[in-house]
C-alpha cells in the first residue's frame, strides 16, 4: 500500500518536472552499481555502491540512539579527509552485533579498498590508493542478527564489475530500490541551481518507513552534488537544513539505532572556490539542498509504514522555537490524534489534549486552531460559523494540514507525519515472520 | 473485547478472595447513588453520586496536562475542609468549555448543596449546611462539547431520592459502570487491614481506556476509607503511593485534560488519631492502600482500548530512579514493541531500540534482558542458549513481563502496559462516529 505521492508534488509547484524523480541522471565523480546478495532470499538488489572515483568531500549526521550500529561506529571511527565509495546493505542492521559486528565492517571495508585500489589502476591515469577509512557504510533490517559478512564480501567483486562511468535513471531507480526495506516506494529527489556562475546538481534518494522520528529513526538519506565544497561547509549546511526536514518527521515516534544522512560533494563543477557557510554565493545551494531533503523526507513520511494520510502540522506564534517543536511533535506523535485522522474525524478535542500534555505553557484563550482552512478555535472560543459537516469533509483529503496557533510570540515549526491505520499494526506484528 | 483479568489476580495471591471485587459492601460514612441522565442516548447510568453525610477528608491528585477541564478547576478553587458529595459524569469531559463551562460546575454545585442541606434537614439529628464548596467533580468524555448541565440538574433529586444508608454490591457495581466510558469492564478493588487496633476499608472504583499514560490520562480512580486521617497525611500518602501505581501505567502516551485520583475518608472506624504520615500504625494502611491502587491501576492498563495482552516491563540495576522510568517508558510507549508484542513475535531487537532511545546512558556490556525467565541478553551479549522457539512460544501468553537490568545501580522501576492492536485503531478512528 502506501499512499499515493502526495500533492505537495504536483499542482502549484513551477518545478514540478524539476523534481519528478524520473529525471535523476548523471552526476558527474559518481557511480553507482547494485547486486543481489540474497540477504532477502530473493533476486532483490540488496547492497548498493556508491563509488567515487576521485573522492568526495563529505558529511553526515547520525542517530540521537545512545545505543549505535557497528556500522555507525565504523563510521564516526574514521578521519578520512574523503570518501571513495559509500556502501548500503539492507536486512540486517549491524546493530547490537558486538564486536563481530564491528570486524564485519572492518572486512568488508579492506576488501573495498583493495578491490578499488586496483581498480583505480586500471581505469585512471593517476591511480589512488584506497584505504579502508574511505570506506563508509550504511546498514538497516533486522538488530540483533548476526551480518551476513561473506554473503555481501563474495558480491564485491560483482559490484565493482557493473560500475560505469556514467549513470542514468535506471540507475538511480535501481539504488534507491536497493536500499528499501519495508518501504513501498523508491524515494528520489533531485535540484539544479548555482553556485556563482557555475551549474551544480543536487541529487538524493532515501529510505525510511517503519521507526521515523526526528533524528530520522531508521532513516537512510544520501545526497550527492557535484559541487565543490569543503567538509566543514557541507557539515553545517547539513546540520543547519536537516532540522526542519529529516528531523521534522515524525511515522511512530520510534528511533533507530541505525539512522544517518549523509552528502557527498564531487566537485565536478568546478564552482567557485567557498570558504564559509554565509558566503553569498551558497544561497541558491542551500536553499536547493533544503529543498531536497525536504522532498525526501515528505516521501519517508508519505510512505511511512500503513500511511493513508499525509498530515502537515503547523505551530505557529510559539515563544521559542524549543517550545514551537514540543507541540508540534506532541500533536504529531499522538496515537489518539492520529487514529482520528485515520476515521477522518475532524476531533479537535484530541489537538486540545496534544497541545495541553506538551508540557509547554498554554493560554487558552490565545489558541487557535485550523484544519486546512477551516478556523475551529479562534482565540480559545469555537468559532461561532464553525460547522462540523465541512470539517468532516476536509477530513476526506488525503494531505491533512493543522495548523495551530499558541499566540505567545513569532517562532513556528512546521512537522510531518501520517495518519495510524490498522495497516501499520499488521505490518509491524509480523515484521520477521 | 478487553483481556480476561489478568493472572496477576490469581493463583499465588493468598488474599484472592479479598481483592475480588465482588466483595465491597457497606462503607461506614458514604452513599452512592446512580442515574441515567440520557448523556449517551440510552438508558445506561451516566451520573454517579457519592455522598458522605458526615463529611469526609480528602485529597487528590490531578493531570499534569497545561489544559484542565472545567471541573479539575472547580476542584482546585475550592479550599473546603472536607467534601460532602463527588459527583461523576461520562459523556462529557466539560473541557474547553471555557466560562460557561465553569458556570455549569458552580450551578450544579449549588443545586446539590441546597438540596442535600435540605436532605440533612430532613435526616440527621444535626443537620450541617453544605455549601458549593464541599461538592467535588469527575467529568471523563468527550472534550469541546457543550456541558449538558440541565439534563444533569433535572437528575439531582432523582440522585438524591436514591440514596440508601447502607451500600453494597450492587451499588459498588452500578457506580464502576456508571464512570466508564469506552472500558469493558468496570473496575473495582478493596482491601482491609488495620490502624492500631481498628479494621479499617479501603475500597475503589476507577476507569481508564484510552489516553492512559503516567499522570493518570484519561484516568479516574476514587478510593474510599472508614479510616480517619486527616487531608494533609491523605494528601501525603496519595502522593507517595501514586507513583509506581497510576503513574506506572500507560497505553498510548497520551493524557487527558480531566485526570484525577482521590482518596475520601470517612473516619467512622475511630482508629487512633494519626498525627504523622511516618507514625508506624499507618504501616499496613499504606500497604493496603497502594495495592487497591495498584489493583485499579493495573486494570486500567488490561482494560486499555484493544488490550489483547497485559505487559509488565521491569528496569533493574539503574543508576536513578529517573532514568528507571524514563527507559520503563521508553520502552511501554513504543509503538514498535507494542505491535510486536501483539504479534507475539519476540522481538527483543526493538526493546534495544527502545532502551537506546530513552536518552539514558547506556553500557551495552551490563545490559541484560528477559522474556519471563527467558534469559535472551546477557552483560550485552545473545546467550549462547537461547531458543527463539523457546521465547515465541512465551509471547503467546496473555501475561508478558520484560525484564531489563541496565548494570549501572540498584534503582529499579516496574511500568504496566499492553499491546497494540488493530482493535486499538478501530475504537479510536470511530470514537465520536
Known sequence: MGINIPNFLSSKSKNRKMIDFQDLDHLDGLSISTVSANLYKTSRDDVVMF???????????????????????WNLNQKAKKIF????????????????????MQSIAEAISLQLSHKQKEDEKNPKIIKPKNIMFGCTGTIGETFPVEQITLK????????????????WMKAALGIMTTDTQPKMAMEECTI???????????????MIHPNMATTLGYIFTDA????????????????NTFNAISCDGDMSTNDMVSIFSTG?????KINSVSDKKLKYFELSLNKVLLNLAKRVVGDGEGAS?????KVLDSNSDFDA?????????????????????????RIIMAVGKSGTQIKINNLSIKFGNIQIIQKGKINSSYNETEAADYMKNSNIEISVSVGSGNKNFTAYTMDLTKKYIEINADYRS
Open 85 to 104: 565509495s559509500l556502501l548500503v546493505n539492507t536486512r540486517n542492521a549491524n546493530s547490537f552485533t558486538g564486536e563481530k559486528g564491528y570486524k564485519s
Open 268 to 272: 565536478k563543477a568546478n564552482n567557485a
Open 156 to 171: 564485491i567483486p560483482d559490484l565493482i564489475k557493473n560500475i560505469k562511468y556514467t549513470q542514468n535513471k535506471l540507475i
Open 325 to 349: 517543536k514540543k507541540i508540534a511533535f506532541s500533536i504529531a506523535n499522538s496515537p489518539l490524534v492520529k487514529t482520528a485522522i485515520a476515521g477522518e474525524d475532524p476531533n479537535w478535542g
Open 196 to 210: 556563482g556562475k557555475s551549474l551544480v546538481k543536487i541529487y538524493g534518494i532515501a529510505k525510511g518507513s517503519g
Open 228 to 243: 565543490d565544497l569543503p567538509n566543514d561547509i557541507l557539515k553545517k549546511l547539513l546540520k543547519k537544513n536537516i532540522e
Open 309 to 313: 494520510k499525509f498530515i502537515t502540522i
Open 51 to 73: 563509488y567515487f572515483r576521485d573522492g568526495a568531500n563529505y558529511a553526515s549526521v547520525y542517530t540521537q540512539s545512545k545505543i549505535l550500529s557497528e556500522n555507525i561506529k
